[in-house]
């Protein structure tokens, strides 16, 4: 049974479609995260963690708003600065920027205890190397705390591009509203729509298809 590390069901309900039933559960974990300018060792370390917490295969993901103008922030720091800037200031920043290109972004970290074969996707393998030089606080110092040989973590991206525009909708939840894509923004789209153009969405397809054979 594959654990999907989350506090949110929908997220859970979001990964059966695209997993066998009764394949993943939610697993309600507080993993540590980490300082990083990456979505990639956040996701990495939360599930190095939570795969020794569980003794199970287990999927972790982190996700963010990236802004092209303000060179991808706030990324990773999303959730924070949704919490203290909110969604409304941040759009009122980028309106003034010429350049409101942006992009959600979502890593899943994949770990089962076991090592992997070299990814044939350089951006996996660059992030999965990134993760393991980053270690418990992502300051290159090197490895899990308890062992100095990091468990091997398998890094899937999903991406989807839009703008920044001013809010509209009334679906979704934090940055929905200020994100245009295919000229609807994330929250003007039903359920369905997003999923099938989601970050995560993207992602856990990615997932999926190599967990079959896994």
């Given at each position: 049974?594959?654990?999907?590390?989350?506090?949110?069901?929908?997220?859970?309900?979001?990964?059966?479609?695209?997993?066998?039933?009764?394949?993943?559960?939610?697993?309600?974990?507080?993993?540590?995260?980490?300082?990083?300018?990456?979505?990639g060792?956040i996701?990495?370390?939360?599930?190095?963690?939570?795969?020794?917490?569980?003794?199970?295969?287990?999927?972790?993901?982190?996700?963010?708003?990236?802004?092209?103008g303000?060179?991808?922030?706030?990324?990773?720091?999303?959730?924070?600065?949704?919490?203290?800037?909110?969604?409304?200031?941040?759009?009122?920043?980028?309106?003034?920027?010429?350049?409101?290109?942006?992009?959600?972004?979502?890593?899943?970290?994949?770990?089962?205890?076991?090592?992997?074969?070299?990814?044939?996707?350089?951006?996996?393998?660059?992030?999965r190397?990134?993760?393991?030089?980053a270690?418990?606080?992502?300051?290159?110092?090197?490895?899990?705390?308890?062992?100095?040989?990091?468990?091997?973590?398998?890094?899937?991206?999903?991406?989807?591009?839009?703008?920044?525009?001013?809010?509209?909708?009334?679906?979704?939840?934090?940055?929905?509203?200020?994100?245009?894509?295919?000229?609807?923004?994330?929250?003007?789209?039903?359920?369905?729509?997003?999923?099938?153009?989601?970050?995560?969405?993207?992602?856990?397809?990615?997932?999926?298809?190599?967990?079959?054979?896994?």
């Open positions: 049974m594959l654990r999907y590390v989350t506090t949110n069901p929908g997220k859970v309900r979001e990964a059966e479609r695209y997993l066998p039933d009764g394949s993943v559960e939610r697993l309600d974990f507080d993993y540590t995260e980490i300082q990083a300018d990456e979505l060792p996701a990495a370390r939360g599930a190095r963690e939570a795969y020794r917490h569980a003794d199970a295969p287990v999927l972790v993901d982190d996700a963010g708003l990236f802004v092209e303000l060179d991808g922030f706030p990324g990773p720091y999303s959730s924070y600065v949704e919490e203290t800037l909110g969604v409304e200031r941040v759009h009122e920043i980028a309106a003034e920027l010429d350049d409101r290109r942006a992009a959600f972004r979502c890593v899943l970290g994949y770990c089962d205890g076991d090592g992997f074969a070299a990814s044939p996707d350089p951006v996996d393998r660059g992030d190397d990134a993760a393991a030089a270690g418990p606080d992502g300051d290159g110092e090197g490895g899990d705390p308890d062992e100095s040989d990091p468990l091997p973590v398998k890094l899937f991206e999903g991406y989807v591009p839009g703008r920044i525009v001013a809010p509209r909708g009334d679906g979704g939840f934090g940055y929905d509203p200020i994100f245009e894509h295919d000229g609807e923004t994330f929250a003007e789209m039903d359920t369905e729509r997003k999923n099938a153009v989601s970050h995560r969405g993207r992602a856990l397809e990615k997932f999926a298809e190599w967990y079959a054979d896994r």
